[in-house]
């Protein structure tokens, strides 16, 4: 752990990776800080980057999203990796990508409505490689 970071430092972090919207003076009283001390904390977490923004928790199904999926990734040969860069930047319905070790070459989270559009995905997705697919049925716990 980096020594400019404290057991409170770890403890602020906590509590707002579970609800960024929670007052400085709130987090203050858990951690038995003023208000003005926890803000001055939370900004040398930002400068120091460990606190790199904030997000918004939502649910997918109520937009109509509720089909996610992971896709390992085989790209066809080495030069196919500037393309699938554009590829992925150029979906809505891929929410993460991570270059992997092992077995593909990448693994995407998808999200997406219907069967269809995901199928429409995997299509588009075939001139650069091959894949393998993984339905999600549900989530066991998700800090985000």
Same mark, same amino acid.
């Given at each position: 752990?980096?020594?400019?970071?404290?057991?409170?430092? =770890? /403890?602020? !972090? #906590?509590? @707002?990776?579970?609800?960024?919207?929670?007052?400085? +003076?709130?987090?203050?009283?858990?951690?038995? $800080?003023?208000?003005?001390?926890?803000?001055?904390? =939370? /900004?040398? !977490? #930002?400068? @120091?980057?460990?606190?790199?923004?904030?997000?918004? +928790?939502?649910?997918?199904?109520?937009?109509? $999203?509720?089909?996610?999926?992971?896709?390992?990734?085989?790209?066809?040969?080495?030069?196919?990796?500037?393309?699938?860069?554009?590829?992925?930047?150029?979906?809505?319905?891929?929410?993460?990508?991570?270059?992997?070790?092992?077995?593909?070459?990448?693994?995407?989270?998808?999200?997406?409505?219907?069967?269809?559009?995901?199928?429409?995905?995997?299509?588009?997705?075939?001139?650069?490689?091959?894949?393998?697919?993984?339905?999600?049925?549900?989530?066991?716990?998700?800090?985000?």
């Amino acid at each position: 752990m980096n020594e400019t970071i404290d057991a409170t430092d =770890v /403890r602020i !972090l #906590q509590i @707002l990776i579970r609800d960024a919207k929670r007052s400085n +003076k709130e987090i203050g009283e858990e951690v038995h $800080l003023t208000g003005q001390a926890v803000g001055a904390r =939370v /900004r040398k !977490l #930002q400068d @120091l980057g460990v606190i790199e923004g904030y997000t918004v +928790k939502w649910n997918p199904d109520r937009l109509g $999203l509720g089909l996610k999926a992971f896709v390992t990734v085989f790209l066809n040969s080495g030069d196919k990796h500037a393309a699938f860069r554009t590829f992925i930047a150029e979906r809505e319905d891929v929410v993460e990508v991570h270059r992997v070790s092992g077995e593909g070459c990448y693994l995407m989270q998808v999200q997406t409505g219907t069967t269809e559009q995901l199928g429409e995905l995997l299509e588009a997705l075939l001139p650069l490689g091959n894949y393998r697919l993984s339905l999600s049925i549900g989530v066991e716990k998700s800090q985000y």
